[in-house]
C-alpha cells in the first residue's frame, strides 16, 4: 500500500452538524492517493460518533479513533499523529473551507522551502482577514490586553500590541505564531518539538506550538495565495462559560511556561480587576434579566480560577524567597 503524503489530522466534539459534511469536503479537495483523513472524536454524546462510523468506517481514506473520555484538543492531535502515516500533517479545524488546490500549493511551497516550519493561510472569516491570521508574540502586555476592556475601549491597541506590526496580509512572511485552524507541516518536526503541550487542553496550543517552533529557528511561513474559509460561526454549540473558563485557564498555562511567576502574577490581577467588573455588571443586569443569570455566574467561576492563580504564584515567590536566602 502506498503511503499518503498528507495526513489530514481533525478533531470532533459534539460536531453531529457539520462532521459529515467537513470529512466530504476534504475529501473533495485532495488528492485521493495521496491523502488521509484522521478523526479523533473527544468523546462526543450527540450523532457525531453514529455518523463516523456509519457513514466513513470503511472509507479507504478515512481512519475515526473514539476517545473514552476528552482530553483535550492537543492531546487528542498527539494521538491522530501518531497514527498517521504521512510525510506532511495538516492540523485543521472542522470549520474551514478552501479550494481545491490549496493543499497541493502549500505542500508544494514547504517541500522547496526547507528554512520554514510550516505553513499558515490567509484567514478570511465574514469577508474580512482574521487577526489570527498572523499575530506577534504573546507578551505580558499582549495577554493583559487579549479580550479586556482595554481592548473593546481601545481597538488601536489590538492593532499595536496583538496584530504583527507592517504586517501586509499580501505579501509571504515568516511569522512568530500562528493559528491551528490551518497549520502543514513535517511529521518530523512535529515529532521532533514533542507535538502539542497536552496540559493545555483547550486554546493557545496552537500558539504555544508554533512559538515552540519558532524558537528553533524554523518560523511558519504565511502564504497569502493559501487562503481558507474560516466559518467559525458553524462550529457545534459549545456554552459560551465553557470556552471563557478554559481560555482563562489556558492564558495562564502559557504564561507561567513562556513569561514566568512574575508576568503570571501581574496578569492574574490585571484579570481579576477586569473579570471583578464585568462581574458586578453582570450582577446587575441579572437582577433586570433573568438571562444575564448565567453569564454572572460564568464571571463568578472564572474570578474564582484567577483567584488560584494568585495563590500559586504567591507560593512561588514565597518559596523562591526562601531559596535565596
Not at 111 to 126: L, T, Y
Not at 193 to 206: K, N, P, Q, T
Not at 227 to 247: A, D, L
Request: hydrophobic fraction near 40%.
Amino acid at each position: 500500500m502506498i503511503k499518503p503524503s498528507i495526513s489530514i489530522l481533525l478533531v470532533s466534539y459534539q460536531s453531529e452538524l457539520i462532521i459529515e459534511q467537513t470529512i466530504q469536503h476534504f475529501l473533495e479537495v485532495s488528492p485521493p492517493v495521496d491523502t488521509e483523513i484522521i478523526v479523533v472524536d473527544n468523546a462526543s454524546e450527540d450523532r457525531t460518533r453514529d455518523i463516523l462510523r456509519h457513514r466513513f468506517s470503511n472509507h479507504p481514506q478515512v481512519s475515526c479513533i473514539f476517545n473514552n473520555s476528552n482530553n483535550g484538543f492537543g492531546s487528542a492531535m498527539n494521538l491522530a499523529a501518531k497514527k498517521s502515516q504521512g510525510k506532511f500533517i495538516l492540523i485543521a479545524n472542522l470549520d474551514i473551507v478552501m479550494e481545491t488546490n490549496i493543499l497541493k500549493n502549500a505542500l508544494k511551497y514547504l517541500q522547496s522551502h526547507p528554512e520554514a516550519g510550516g505553513v499558515s493561510p490567509k484567514i478570511i472569516d465574514h469577508g474580512e482577514v482574521q487577526v489570527a491570521t498572523a499575530r506577534r508574540y504573546f507578551s505580558l502586555i499582549t495577554l493583559c490586553i487579549e479580550d479586556t476592556f482595554l481592548s473593546r475601549l481601545f481597538p488601536s491597541l489590538v492593532k499595536k500590541y496583538i496584530s504583527l506590526q507592517n504586517f501586509n496580509p499580501s505579501i509571504p512572511q515568516p511569522i512568530p505564531v500562528s493559528t491551528g485552524c490551518f497549520l502543514l507541516m513535517s511529521k518530523e518536526l512535529y515529532i521532533e518539538i514533542g507535538g502539542f503541550d497536552e496540559s493545555f487542553f483547550l486554546y493557545f496550543e496552537d500558539i504555544d506550538l508554533t512559538w515552540r517552533i519558532f524558537q528553533i529557528g524554523k518560523p511558519v511561513h504565511y502564504l497569502p495565495e493559501i487562503c481558507i474559509q474560516h466559518n467559525s460561526c458553524n462550529s457545534s454549540h459549545v456554552k459560551t462559560y465553557f470556552r471563557r473558563k478554559h481560555w482563562h485557564r489556558a492564558i495562564f498555562l502559557y504564561s507561567r511556561k513562556h513569561l514566568g511567576d512574575f508576568s503570571t502574577f501581574v496578569l492574574a490581577g490585571y484579570r481579576f480587576c477586569d473579570i471583578g467588573i464585568r462581574l458586578i455588571i453582570s450582577r446587575f443586569l441579572s437582577l433586570m434579566i433573568t438571562e444575564k443569570t448565567e453569564l454572572a455566574n460564568s464571571h463568578a467561576e472564572i474570578l474564582e480560577i484567577i483567584a488560584n492563580e494568585f495563590n500559586i504564584t504567591a507560593r512561588h515567590f514565597i518559596l523562591q524567597h526562601k531559596k535565596n536566602k
